[in-house]
DNA sequence: CTGCCTGCAAACTCTTTGCACGAAT
DNA sequence: ATTCGTGCAAAGAGTTTGCAGGCAG
């Protein structure tokens, strides 16, 4: 999906949320979309300041949540302290798994379609509905406690 | 394991990493071990202030780490802000999954061995060892939705 | 005795919120 | 014109840390 058309299903997304479309809430959407892996939202209040400088840390945590809503972007908690988020480019996929390295500091992501279902069997067994799941791996990276160093390390 | 054999291995894992076995650690330790459910840092702090009122906050979150590496006690992050710990009475198991209930404030713990599995499957392709893993599965109580109290909540 | 442990209180990190001004509809 | 949205700065929650004194080994 293209950022004009990502940004114009943001603004229809407020507009039939009784949301205004101000120009900091839009220039947060395109740094959010353009960037490439996942990010804090420190990083994000980066990029959006160099977009518009005018954009604060009060709407970035102010806007997260309306993007998240919007599916647009994902929320990412790896239990590290601060959130990560990523944007939606592919639209609604199968759900992800995540693998965390702890020598790279990176996050991958794998389709892992049995945890809906696990959700729902586990979740129904003890009257309950699945909201949402998550599967998480914590790693350490080979090469790096070969080498010392990580090929994909920054 | 009754609490005193589970003390005495408390005690020896202690003096086996060079460390000293405190009123404050022992005080802990014990509250620790009689804590029925999952707990919170601030309520191990209240039962082990009952048991010893010199424990302060401080020795709390010095002393978690330290029996969570003793496996004695497991870690359990929701993602909710507060970390939740758990006594191992039973000593090591399978991997754990939890389902949370957003109604009713309760950790669901269930049996998952394929996480393992799964952990190390994914990991290997990524050139990585797999440290830990989490299945974690939010959800809402039906009873609750349908009539507005849930039997489990407090 | 030595130096690890402690309580206290302040610091820290990430996120949220009250307020008065400013801009979208 | 209305209201919703904003920046600023302070508050908040949970956890960590520096320091001077205390107790285990």
């Given at each position: 999906m293209s950022l004009p058309a990502a940004r114009d299903k943001f603004r229809s997304f407020l507009t039939r949320r009784g949301l205004r479309a101000t120009s900091q809430r839009l220039a947060i959407f395109d740094a959010a979309f353009t960037q490439g892996e996942h990010f804090t939202a420190d990083q994000l209040l980066a990029s959006a300041r160099a977009l518009?400088?005018?954009?604060?840390r009060a709407t970035i945590y102010r806007t997260l949540p309306i993007m998240t809503e919007s599916a647009l972007l994902r929320e990412v908690d790896i239990g590290s302290g601060e959130k990560f988020y990523r944007s939606?480019?592919?639209?609604?996929?199968t759900q992800l798994a995540q693998v965390v390295c702890l020598d790279c500091a990176k996050i991958f992501e794998i389709s892992a379609p049995f945890m809906e279902w696990y959700g729902s069997t586990v979740s129904s067994k003890l009257g309950l509905t699945p909201v949402s799941q998550r599967l998480q791996v914590s790693a350490r990276c080979d090469a790096f406690r070969a080498t010392g160093t990580c090929p994909r390390r920054g």
């Open positions: 518009d400088d005018s954009v604060s939606n480019r592919d639209g609604a996929r």
